[in-house]
């Protein structure tokens, strides 16, 4: 297949990248964003890469043990019969809103690759989602389509709304209301696209997790993900033939980071691994027994693997890196003596690509996040000032040298999108420090650090102290209030196995913080429970808060327990 113009731009900046993968001075130098006027990634790079490529692009090993791959050609093609038999026989159109809510299949794939070709845009949902998020996904996203598992039409029945509904299973089309996906593999396997792609047409509109009452919901282009990700197949330190493993929901942003596209840009393999308990012996022996390469996961499952043994992974990737909320230095420093690499960390949002990240080769420092991604030009905006070059502050994007890696928007939402941008940069909401070597360390959101005797509490710097105590699995600190320094800090403590809740445990974790914290920082109170979280698995602090702040008879205090 012809490569056309965008294309050329597209591999270009990709190969850089490539070839600068261990250079992180000359590649933030000389690497520029390609911005094609018209560019569809799914039509003008996989179907290009596809074209006669029998090496796997997806393998997924099933909780039984069975296992489905697919070339880049089958790919290409069953993505191509999807898009004409969406097309042909359910009216779907260019600029029509999609809700997708798959699991980790073959099909979840297929649909968004039919849908980039038909230029519809694609409203990602998880399995987990109610009716009521539902409800609110068809009436503010304007969805015309939904294409979900044949387990979850029930779920529709209360979801009013004239939108053609998708089944995907053996019961798909049950009763006449639901057609069955499977009719697809009927369609013709060229694909011929209705007009050309605007760089700048929507492609996904993500709703945020919601950590807030309503969540956002964030636009994104043909260029903001598909090319922005091009930073993040750098951080990752992909490359063409690796086999890379994320363990992430279908729906939430990070899926599309590292299961679609920057380990496709790259030319590499998606590997999936199910499971319904996460199981960190199985989990070692899947990515030794199919050569996993590359890993991701969030921070939650790297806690949990350092609770296992992990020299039963005979075969350590070559990369390994870390999403989603802060990686605490201890996490780090028990894979780097089992496995001898290092995890890296970055930190990026729904809203864009990877911004900050420790790449492939360089020196790494205990708790830093790393530094700018290439294309990406970051700032620490003043706290009260609001102007840049703050050695410590709010992490915020220069629009004068707009990143391709950003959204375009909060879809609907004028008001919040111009808060987001004023001031000619993009506010992330998040706090960091930078030293004098331009590494950043995340201090935490805006609004979760807190003071406590007039000294300013990061609660990410606290709860990384206490998983250096062997009997800490997680923990989250918060603000509790105290009548003389206004507010102490409060730990909620999920134990690691063998350890059990109550006064000496208490005690053991009392005196460990006041071993490795501060005296401003110490731990003044503990409290052993599980972890409110979003169903994209990150800490709902917010209710900690609200349930410090309402009283609790199940803490224990620091000076009952000295």
Not at 127 to 144: F, K, M, Y
Not at 348 to 365: D, Y
Not at 476 to 495: G, I, S
Request: hydrophobic content about 40%.
């Amino acid at each position: 297949m012809a490569e056309s113009g965008a294309t050329e731009q597209f591999r270009a900046a990709r190969d850089f990248l490539l070839r600068h993968r261990e250079d992180y001075e000359a590649a933030r130098a000389g690497f520029s964003w390609p911005r094609p006027a018209r560019f569809n990634w799914a039509l003008d790079w996989f179907d290009v890469i596809a074209a006669g490529n029998d090496a796997t692009a997806l393998h997924i090993v099933e909780e039984d043990g069975t296992e489905t791959r697919r070339t880049f050609a089958e790919m290409s093609a069953r993505s191509a019969r999807v898009a004409n038999w969406l097309r042909d026989a359910h009216g779907v159109r260019a600029g029509d809103r999609i809700v997708v809510m798959l699991g980790n299949q073959v099909e979840l794939w297929e649909t968004a690759l039919a849908a980039m070709k038909l230029r519809a845009v694609v409203i990602p949902a998880t399995p987990l989602l109610g009716p009521a998020d539902l409800r609110d996904r068809i009436e503010r996203g304007g969805a015309r389509h939904v294409v979900v598992r044949a387990v979850d039409t029930a779920k529709f029945d209360d979801v009013p709304g004239e939108y053609t509904r998708v089944a995907v299973g053996r019961d798909g089309g049950a009763g006449g209301a639901w057609a069955a996906f499977e009719d697809a593999c009927a369609a013709d396997d060229t694909f011929v696209p209705d007009g050309p792609t605007d760089a700048s047409d929507t492609l996904m509109l993500y709703f945020t997790s919601g950590t807030t009452a309503r969540p956002k919901l964030v636009e994104h282009t043909h260029t903001s993900y598909p090319i922005g990700h091009l930073a993040t197949m750098y951080w990752i330190g992909l490359r063409p033939g690796d086999v890379h493993l994320n363990i992430s929901s279908p729906g939430w942003a990070k899926h599309a980071w590292s299961n679609l596209f920057a380990p496709w840009n790259a030319e590499a393999t998606v590997f999936v691994h199910h499971y319904t308990r996460f199981d960190p012996a199985r989990l070692m022996a899947e990515m030794d027994r199919h050569g996993v390469t590359t890993f991701c996961a969030p921070p939650t499952v790297w806690r949990m693997l350092i609770q296992a043994d992990l020299s039963a992974l005979r075969t350590p990737p070559r990369e390994v890196v870390a999403a989603g909320e802060p990686l605490n230095p201890e996490v780090i420093a028990a894979v780097r003596r089992a496995w001898g690499v290092s995890v890296r960390d970055g930190f990026g949002q729904t809203e864009t690509a990877v911004q900050i990240s420790n790449s492939p080769g360089q020196p790494l420092k205990p708790g830093s996040m790393g530094r700018p991604a290439p294309g990406f030009h970051v700032e620490l905006l003043d706290p009260v000032t609001g102007e840049p070059g703050a050695g410590e502050g709010e992490i915020a994007l220069d629009l004068s040298t707009r990143p391709a890696g950003l959204m375009t928007g909060y879809h609907g939402d004028p008001e919040r999108t111009a808060e987001a941008m004023s001031g000619g940069f993009y506010r992330t909401g998040d706090i960091a420090a930078r030293d004098a070597d331009g590494y950043l360390t995340y201090v935490g959101r805006a609004d979760d650090v807190f003071k406590a005797s007039d000294y300013k509490i990061s609660p990410f710097e606290l709860e990384s102290a206490l998983l250096e105590h062997e009997a800490v699995a997680e923990a989250a600190v918060v603000p509790a209030p105290d009548p003389v320094r206004l507010a102490v800090p409060k730990a909620y403590v999920v134990l690691a196995d063998g350890w059990e809740p109550g006064p000496e445990t208490a005690k053991a974790l009392f005196a460990h913080a006041r071993a490795v914290l501060a005296p401003y920082q110490r731990i003044r109170r503990i409290e052993f429970a599980d972890l409110p979280k979003t169903v994209s698995g990150k800490i709902r602090r917010i209710e900690l808060r609200e349930r410090t702040a309402a009283g609790s008879t199940a803490e224990y205090r620091e000076e009952d327990h000295r």
